[in-house]
């Protein structure tokens, strides 16, 4: 299952300003994919590897293993 990016927000619980940064200085945060090659094509995320993501963030920020 994909969802659009604006849908991510509010499961992330973060601002676009949030999740653009998230996007551009986490190398483990999943790729989006694009509808297109223009710069105002949509872009999805697939909501698997989004709550993979999470589950591993929540893990690794309180200090378990």
């Known amino acids: 299952i994909v969802m659009k990016s ?3 927000k509010p499961l992330l619980n973060v601002t676009r300003d949030c999740l653009r940064k998230i996007i551009e200085n986490d190398p483990t945060f999943p790729r989006f994919l694009k509808e297109g090659a223009s710069r105002q094509a949509a ?3 697939d909501t698997e590897e ?3 993501w999470y589950r591993n963030y ?3 920020c ?3 293993r």
């Open 62 to 64: 309180r200090g378990e």
């Open 43 to 45: 872009v999805y995320f």
């Open 50 to 52: 989004i709550e993979e």
């Open 58 to 60: 929540k893990t690794k």
């Open 6 to 8: 604006f849908a991510t």
